[in-house]
Nanobody
Framework: VQLQASGGGLVQAGGSLRLSCAAS????????LSWFRQAPGKEREFVAA????????YYADSVKGRFTISRDNAKNTVYLQLDSLKPEDTAVYYC???????????????????????WGQGTQVTVSS
């Protein structure tokens, strides 16, 4: 299984970006997917997750109302729309997927890195003030 993240870049505060994560190597539609981020000198933190069905989404409080996660199973791709960006959103963003088809989790576990077995290489998002 390979996850390939893209779409990062440099944007001014208040701007928008759309991150994409393309999956290959297995059936995409039955797996939960998420985005995490890591800023320099900080630990990796949860950003957003989407259930295997796409019917449930979860967000960190710091991004709620500004970021939107979605998935397109026909394209084997998960997206993260980043709006109203702030300098504190600057980080490397990673997509991740679990290995348990059709499994649902508590909201806490959706936000826990150890829930996910597959990780993409990361894409840099830099927000200037």
């Amino acid at each position: 299984v390979q996850l390939q993240a893209s779409g990062g870049g440099l944007v001014q505060a208040g701007g928008s970006l759309r991150l994409s994560c393309a999956a290959s190597g297995r059936t995409f539609s039955s797996y939960s997917l998420s985005w995490f981020r890591q800023a320099p000198g900080k630990e990796r933190e949860f950003v957003a997750a989407i259930s295997w069905s796409g019917g449930s989404t979860y967000y960190a409080d710091s991004v709620k109302g500004r970021f939107t996660i979605s998935r397109d199973n026909a394209k084997n791709t998960v997206y993260l729309q980043l709006d109203s960006l702030k300098p504190e959103d600057t980080a490397v963003y990673y997509c991740a997927g679990d290995r348990s088809p059709g499994r649902s989790y508590s909201s806490t576990l959706y936000g826990t890195a150890s829930t996910y077995d597959y990780w993409g290489q990361g894409t840099q998002v830099t927000v200037s003030s």
